[in-house]
């Protein structure tokens, strides 16, 4: 009995020892850690604006909410001709803001509320395509009623071609840094892993604040109005292998 008692565990204590060998085994060296060359490459086109997207609002007030709603729709639809005179088409012009709110006035000394007026903003948003005829479509909007032109924002409306371009580019320097980079540390290029790319196109933006109010102020004999140049830039991040 003492013997087969002996025995068993011994059997145990072998196969344990055997197995935590086997496990032992198993793990091999990790694989070394892939190489790789990360660069990032610029592209920049420079473009002439070839629309204008314009605010053009009218604002009036009235003793009523009627004759305010009145004057503005009357003052408002002036504009609209002004700018349909000038070959924008319909398409073009919307509507972006209409609002209508009373005006209180409060005594000074009493803070008691006085008399009340209605006031009305109509802002249309207006495509312009034909920039040389723009500070005069201002002109205009101006003498037939506008009294709030601001926010001229200048674009490119087809920038396909440009951006293709700027990308080009972007590649080109991407691929010449890396070249330098590799050549200067001894190293060889291999295949191309990830790619990545970034577009950044800022508009500037011209503010006019025009006078008219219906015609009641004479407006300027042209405004001057000076588009610049747009600023399209590509960013386009590579990684390489390295052998």
Do not use: W
Request: some cysteine; glycine content about 8%; proline content about 5%.
């Amino acid at each position: 009995m003492r013997t087969k008692f002996f025995l068993v565990p011994a059997v145990l204590l072998a196969a344990i020892v055997l197995s935590a060998c086997g496990a032992t085994t198993v793990v091999s060296n990790p694989a070394p850690t892939q190489r790789t060359l990360s660069v990032t490459g610029t592209g920049m086109v420079y473009l002439t604006p070839d629309v204008a997207y314009i605010n053009i609002g009218v604002h009036t007030e009235q003793p009523t909410a009627s004759e305010a709603v009145s004057a503005n729709n009357d003052q408002t639809q002036q504009v609209v001709n002004a700018v349909k005179n000038f070959g924008v088409d319909a398409k073009d012009i919307r509507t972006t803001n209409f609002s209508i709110y009373p005006n209180t006035q409060y005594d000074q000394q009493t803070g008691k509320p006085g008399s009340t007026t209605y006031i009305v903003d109509n802002t249309i948003y207006v495509t312009v395509h034909q920039l040389d005829k723009l500070g005069d479509l201002l002109d205009a909007t101006v003498q037939a009623g506008a009294n709030n032109v601001n926010s001229i924002q200048f674009d490119v409306f087809d920038k396909t071609s440009a951006i293709q371009q700027a990308r080009d580019q972007a590649v080109k320097d991407a691929q010449t840094q890396a070249q330098g980079l590799a050549s200067a540390s001894g190293v060889t290029l291999g295949s191309v892993q990830t790619v990545s790319f970034t577009n950044e196109i800022p508009q500037p933006v011209t503010d006019v604040y025009g006078k008219g109010g219906g015609g009641l102020a004479a407006a300027p004999a042209s405004v001057p109005i000076n588009t610049g140049q747009l600023t399209l830039t590509v960013t386009v991040d590579m990684t390489y292998e390295l052998k």
